[in-house]
Structure formats: C-alpha cells, structure tokens
C-alpha cells in the first residue's frame, strides 16, 4: 500500500514577524581589537543588538537566529576602516539613530560609523575590490621600492597558502591593480618604533576566487625580491567597494542606496 509522505515539523507560535526595513551598516576594527575573530565580532554585534533595543527580523524554523547578513570580512589580525553588514528590522529606524544606539553598545574599537538604508540590490555584488595599507616596520623606503618594481614587473607571483581545503598555489599578482611604496611619516610608528626605518605599501587588490589578501601579497614581495620585515607587517584595509577602472580607485558601496531617495523623489519620476 503507498504511504502518504509526512509533512515537515512546524515550530510552536506564531510566525516571525515579517521584515520591513533593511539597514546596511559600516564599521571598524582598531587598535587591539584588530585581533578579533569574525565569529568574535559577531557574538558582540548580536549583544549590541540586544543592549540597543533594535526590533530585529528572525528566521524562522526551531532555532530562530537574527537576520543579519556579513560581507566579506577582514582576516584576523588586520585592521580595517570599511567592514560591512546588513541587517532586517521589523519596524522602521532611522539610521543614524540605529547607527548611535549601536556604536554605544559596541565595545571601543569595533565602531558603527555608518548606517543607510538599503534601498538597492545585495551590495555584497558592488564589493569588488579593497585597498590595504601595510606597515613595515625596519624596511626602507629603497628596499620596499625594488621590491615592489619587482613584483609588478612580474608577469605572475606563484605563493602557497594553507585552506581548509589542503596547501594551495595561486597567482598573487593576477589579483593586484596597483601597488605603491612610500616613506611613513617621522614618529607614526605606533609602538615606539618612529625611529626606526619603516616603509608603507598601498596596495589595492581585486576580490577574486581564490581571495589574494595581503599576506599573499606579503609572501609574493619575498618571492621575486627576498623581501622580508623583520617584524610582523601592521595591515589595514582602508576601504572596500566597487572597482574604477579608470582611476584604480575603490570607491563607496554604499553610494546607490544614500543616493537612492534622491533618484526616488526628482521631478517627472526619473534622474
């Protein structure tokens, strides 16, 4: 005899009340808590979620869990000045209050220092490429300069990374767009080295698969030229978004949704 199939297992209650706001926020990991993981980061923006009072969407299902939606996150241990996510509210917030509610709950160092409201497709897609800057204490300027030349003369730069995968080799420079080297300003060191030699590199570096980040980069410099910093590079993304193809530059992700009401409300219905 043919059984009837089962009908899948509901959660007790009531449905989750339906999103009606997105938010897309920008914020920063500094100083010391450069050293948080993404989880890390995570289980204290879910806290700051809970102290600000934020009416925040959940999924449904047994476990119920707030929908906030992370884009590609900086690696542990490096700094970053433009880290994005997304959020769903179930009751509309003006932005820069939810912005302020947040940045007070959040612990120093990790900031919201922006906040709009999502008004086009998943920005993750306008997240194209990055700009770094890496900090090389006891390099001159002359070393870090062949060693750039070097490097971007190169038509490929193969380097090895551990994944969860297993050990891989990639072409590091396939990824890079520009690369740059530059004298750090006399007493910037952070950490009593200012008289010291040091050495800043800018480099901005297209989000491809696999992802080159700049430990590659790193490993690549030492590849083609032997450079090698005595101490650990001091690494911060400065920004993340879409990619100018004509000037190099990255530029804001969040520009179409802070432009978007605009386009919304002109004269006739159209830009």
Not at 75 to 95: H, K, M, N, Q
Not at 194 to 210: D, F, K, N, S, Y
Request: include cysteine; glycine fraction near 8%; aromatic fraction near 4%.
């Amino acid at each position: 005899m043919r059984r009837e199939p089962l009908g899948k297992r509901q959660p007790e209650g009531p449905p989750p009340a339906p999103a009606v706001q997105r938010v897309r926020l920008r914020y920063t990991k500094r100083g010391r808590l450069r050293f948080t993981s993404h989880r890390d980061f995570q289980r204290a923006f879910e806290r700051a979620l809970r102290r600000a009072g934020v009416p925040m969407a959940y999924s449904a299902g047994f476990s119920p869990h707030p929908k906030v939606s992370y884009a590609n996150a900086a690696p542990t241990g490096t700094g970053s000045e433009a880290e994005y996510l997304e959020i769903a509210v179930v009751e509309r917030c003006d932005p820069g209050e939810l912005r302020s509610r947040l940045d007070e709950s959040m612990p120093p160092g990790l900031d919201i220092v922006e906040a709009v409201e999502a008004c086009t497709s998943d920005f993750t897609d306008r997240l194209e490429a990055s700009e770094w800057e890496l900090r090389l204490d006891g390099v001159t300027p002359a070393e870090a300069g062949r060693a750039v030349a070097a490097f971007l003369a190169a038509e490929s730069v193969e380097v090895e990374r551990q994944t969860k995968k297993g050990l891989r080799t990639f072409d590091a420079r396939a990824a890079v767009t520009s690369l740059t080297s530059a004298e750090a300003e006399p007493g910037a060191g952070a950490d009593g080295r200012g008289q010291e030699p040091c050495a800043i590199l800018r480099l901005v570096v297209r989000h491809l698969t696999p992802a080159v980040r700049p430990d590659d980069v790193l490993s690549g410099l030492r590849a083609t030229a032997d450079l090698a910093p005595p101490v650990p590079a001091a690494v911060t993304r400065l920004a993340q978004g879409p990619l100018d193809e004509e000037t190099g530059t990255v530029t804001d992700p969040l520009a179409p949704d802070r432009d978007a009401p605009l386009v919304a409300t002109a004269p006739g219905g159209s830009a």
